[in-house]
């Protein structure tokens, strides 16, 4: 009955499926040990001064945050060599993408984003009542950007770029983000999702989007997290640089004190840990070559990765994945003949591959 008074664009919309918990796999399956490399998380955890720094704060919680989070704000302004009011701060980057849909999206508008990538834009246009035009991958599994362009049209509002790309870990490059850019109306927002930055910034053919916005592109904008390299994914914060005037245009949006004390506080923390970045690159970097060689030595095509994940091709996927799941590893499933992997730890990455060896052989 109440289908009949929602938003009707809403009904269209399904709502996010989470990687499943490791709690809810020991229970079912009878597991004392699980393995989640399904949501791309940091392996090695939270950086140390972020906990202490959160500490600190545990016991002041009856205070409601900063909503302008000014201290967090300076550090990361400095960081970054952005002004302070060209930061927007959210409940991870994912509430950024809300407000950039609240802010800027009507009915009927369209949003252009290539596929596969980051379900999150599907969703917000689907709730927006957006159009979405969901431009193929090209054949090496990178956002096509020729066709991206051609695909713009007087009632498009946002172009999502994933990059690195999620689920595929790919890049686009500098020299074609830079011709890009340049065919795009200027009040098209270009918002490159920097989710996995901190894997690709020392590439050098890897555009940081930030460098776009110096240049004067005003309607480039850049989203980054604290969720993965830095491994504060369960805290809750990402942000967004962009144009001043697009700030204060997403700041009618952003709920009072969306960024609790503690998120603030850690991610405070986090900014002067460059070791533990370093750390959880050099991880990552291990991980990644070790994979690299056991799918090669197991015939299993795979897409080679910016990020802390790896897209690899495996039939029946879906059963893959359950059987995989049965024995204590949960990867995630991508369409019928895809899995994404999360990067872990050596011996979790070991075991990753000893699993889907057996599984495989069935
Ligand atoms: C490409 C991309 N963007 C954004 C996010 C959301 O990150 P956050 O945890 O900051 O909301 C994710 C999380 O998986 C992601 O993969």
Redesign the pocket.
């Known amino acids: 009955m109440f289908d009949k008074i929602a938003k009707q664009n809403i009904l269209n919309v399904g709502a996010y499926v989470p990687g499943k918990p490791i709690e809810d796999v020991k229970r079912e399956y009878g597991l004392e040990r699980v393995i989640k490399l399904a949501?791309?998380e940091n392996p090695i955890g939270v950086s140390p001064k972020a906990v202490e720094a959160m500490k600190k704060y545990i016991e002041n919680l009856n205070l409601y945050p900063d909503g302008y989070a000014y201290k967090l704000r300076e550090k990361l302004s400095k960081k970054l060599e952005v002004n302070m009011e060209n930061l927007i701060f959210?409940d991870?980057?994912?509430?950024v993408?809300e407000m950039l849909f609240l802010a800027f999206v009507n009915i009927g508008d369209e949003v252009i984003y290539g596929w596969p990538s980051?379900v999150?834009y599907k969703r917000y246009a689907g709730i927006a009542g957006a159009v979405s035009k969901e431009i193929d991958l090209t054949d090496d599994y990178k956002f096509d950007l020729d066709e991206i362009s051609k695909s713009v049209t007087e009632k498009t509002k946002m172009i999502f770029i994933?990059n690195p790309n999620?689920p595929t870990g790919t890049i686009v490059k500098k020299e074609d983000v830079e011709k890009f850019i340049k065919t795009v109306r200027k009040d098209v927002l270009i918002i490159f999702?920097e989710?996995?930055f901190e894997y690709a910034k020392d590439d050098k053919n890897y555009p940081n989007s930030l460098d776009y916005q110096k240049m004067g592109y005003r309607n480039v904008i850049t989203?980054r997290?604290?969720?993965?390299a830095y491994g504060m994914?369960g805290i809750?914060?990402?942000y967004g640089v962009a144009d001043k005037e697009i700030i204060d245009i997403l700041e009618r949006v952003r709920l009072p004190f969306n960024v609790s004390v503690i998120a603030q506080a850690g991610a405070e923390g986090a900014i002067d840990d460059d070791k533990h970045i370093d750390d959880s690159i050099r991880i990552n970097e291990a991980g990644k070559k070790y994979l690299y060689k056991e799918f090669e030595r197991l015939g299993i095509k795979f897409v080679k990765t910016y990020s802390n994940f790896i897209y690899f091709e495996m039939k029946n996927a879906k059963k893959i994945f359950e059987e995989m799941m049965k024995k204590g590893v949960i990867v995630r499933q991508m369409g019928n003949n895809n899995i994404r992997v999360s990067i872990g730890l050596p011996d979790e990455n070991e075991q990753f591959i000893k699993i889907l060896e057996g599984v495989m052989k069935k």
Request: charged share 25%.
């Open positions: 949501s791309n959210g991870g980057t994912d509430e993408i980051f999150e994933c999620n999702d989710a996995y989203l997290t604290f969720s993965k994914a809750r914060i990402g």
